[in-house]
């Protein structure tokens, strides 16, 4: 039995499907990775200081980004940690604390491919005052 030879019209199908297919395929691994990034810890803490510094940023994506001046001894340079907030509900318990000494939880991701989900890789999810 002989077999017909394809016809240019059937390989540039077979082409733009392969490509549809791997295009698909790379964009399944991108948004798996992201969602990976994003949901697994690498280490997680707390830092108390005084916040120094929050604002929203981002042109498309908006972030809370803040910095936290951590004083050990009073008089000496204050040690800087930066850090995100994705959650608008922990950014106005941040507002409301300003000027006073807070511990702040957060968790460490890294890897992150863009900086859509926040500036740093430190992500504060809890707040509370320091007596």
């Known amino acids: 039995m002989a077999s017909t030879p394809s016809t240019g019209a059937s390989r540039g199908k077979n ?4 490509f549809i297919g791997f295009t698909v395929l790379i964009t399944a691994l991108v948004i798996g990775y ?4 994003l949901s697994w810890s690498y280490s997680a803490g ?3 200081g005084y916040v120094q510094k929050f604002s929203q940023k981002g042109w498309l994506c908006k972030t809370w980004e803040g910095e ?3 004083v050990a001894i009073p ?3 204050p040690e800087i940690f930066p850090f995100t907030v994705r959650d608008d509900k922990v950014a106005a ?3 409301a604390v300003m000027g006073k000494r807070v511990s702040l939880a957060y968790q460490q991701h890294l890897g992150i491919p863009s900086t859509c ?8 999810d809890k707040v509370h005052v320091v007596e």
């Open 68 to 70: 936290l001046a951590i």
């Open 75 to 77: 008089g000496s340079l």
């Open 93 to 95: 318990e941040i507002n």
């Open 46 to 48: 707390e830092r108390a």
């Open 15 to 18: 082409w733009f499907l392969w």
């Open 34 to 37: 992201t969602w990976l990034a």
């Open 117 to 124: 989900f926040g500036e740093t890789g430190y992500y504060v």
